[in-house]
């Protein structure tokens, strides 16, 4: 039994298009039938149902790793310190939209410039407030858009540096995100790993950007999604993209093990 460990965006779903190949399912469904398990492993806050209805992974970590989910239990939340946040938020340039994400009974977003029109969809959600309202909140992660993000990591490396900062690097130039000490890809892998009591050099893990890489480094065999640079000296093989590349990589390997 190996565990197959997915990014989502960029590897799993075509970030151009927003879709998935559709024998992507078939390959997971295969995998499942065999007796391996499947992880999703993502940057992103949730998921949609309907998505997660069509893969049906065992256990999933969301935000980096923030929170991990164990079927639909939530068994761990790594949330960040108030101080933490506040020193964050002090190393701002100027310029950086700001978006701080919390989780109580629904998932709750916190920004500066909070009346402007692009955050009208989540007004009307009744799932956005005023950024200074986030010193009332557990943190889960602080995400920042802009052409500054590369000085802020740099800032967050220097001053924070146990935090973990990712993008504002190819393929995420203008984005970044920070998450608390635990909530990392590398920590969510080794937890869902031990969860499903599956040894980790029996990992298949697949990734393509910069928080991908220490999972990438310590899964038993790890495939590059995609031509970033920094990923091609970690990763034992390397697929071109998520509609092609990726779903063939699957097929060979169900028809090697037939």
Partial sequence: MSLFAFDVDGTLIDEASNTHAPELVQHIQSLKATGHKIALITGRFGLLRDFLDLIQPDARALGNGNRIVLGETQVSTHALTAQEVQTVLDLVPEGLAVVGSALTDRPLSFVSHYQAAQ????????????????????????????????????????????????????????????????????????????????????????????????????????????????????????????LIGLPGWLGRYLEGRA
């Avoid at 009744?126 to 602080?142: A, K, R, S, T, Y």
């Avoid at 995400?143 to 500054?148: E, N």
């Avoid at 893990?205 to 970690?234: P, T, W």
């Fill in 119 to 242: 955050w009208e969809q989540w007004h009307q959600a009744g799932q956005l407030f005023p950024l200074e309202e986030m010193v009332n909140h557990d943190i889960l992660q602080l995400q920042f858009k802009g052409p500054a993000c590369p000085v802020l990591k740099q800032r967050i490396r220097e001053t924070l540096p146990h935090l973990n900062a990712a993008g504002a690097i190819e393929p995420y130039p203008g984005f970044l995100n920070i998450t608390a000490q635990k909530a990392n890809k590398q920590h969510a892998l080794r937890e869902i790993a031990d969860l499903l009591g599956v040894p980790l050099a029996s990992v298949i893990a697949f990734g393509d950007s910069d928080n991908d890489m220490e999972m990438l480094r310590i899964a038993g065999h790890s495939v590059q999604v995609g031509a970033a640079h920094y990923l091609k000296d970690i990763c034992k093989e390397q697929v071109s993209c998520p």
